[in-house]
């Protein structure tokens, strides 16, 4: 067999055996997270629930999801495990001390974005286009009317219905 022959086949065997290593990268990080959880932990369900830990076992974990309320889950059922500052934040509404305004700050509403400075109005108040219909093209019959010269009183559309 000729080298060049195999080449595609060697290509697409290291390209699968590449996504299938970062794939398993990625469920041992999820599963030392999990591993790392302790009882008083905050923690995120895979469903998007927000809960505390209190017990740990092999194959499961006791959440509580509210004061007094408890629920057995599976170890594999948590998305992510939260530190207390964000899990403070999320559940309780808890503010942050010292917020982080390096960047930009973006404005609640678009409306900074597009409002226009006063010299740019001028400017364009004379290239604005009017797209709607004209008054005089309202009130013009059609040229196939007009050349009939018979009205029996009936608009577009309307059929002698009996």
Do not use: C, W
Not at 34 to 60: C, F, W
Request: proline share 4%.
């Amino acid at each position: 067999m000729n080298p060049v022959t195999l080449l595609p086949f060697i290509v697409l065997i290291g390209a699968m055996f590449l996504m299938t290593r970062s794939a398993k990268k990625k469920q041992a990080a999820a599963a030392n997270m999990r591993n790392e959880m302790q009882p008083g932990t905050g923690v995120r369900t895979i469903g998007g629930m927000y809960a505390t830990v209190k017990e740990l076992h092999d194959d499961s974990v006791l959440l509580e999801i509210a004061p007094g309320v408890h629920a057995v889950y599976a170890k594999n059922a948590i998305g992510a495990v939260l530190d207390d500052a964000e899990y403070n934040r999320i559940v309780h509404g808890d503010e942050e001390e010292e917020l982080d305004v390096d960047g930009a700050v973006v404005p609640d509403d678009a409306s900074s974005l597009t409002e226009l400075d006063a010299a740019d109005t001028d400017a364009d108040d004379d290239a604005k286009i009017d797209l709607g219909k004209k008054a005089e093209a309202d009130d013009a019959e059609p040229a196939d009317k007009k050349s009939d010269g018979k009205s029996d009183g009936k608009s577009d559309g309307e059929a002698d219905a009996k």
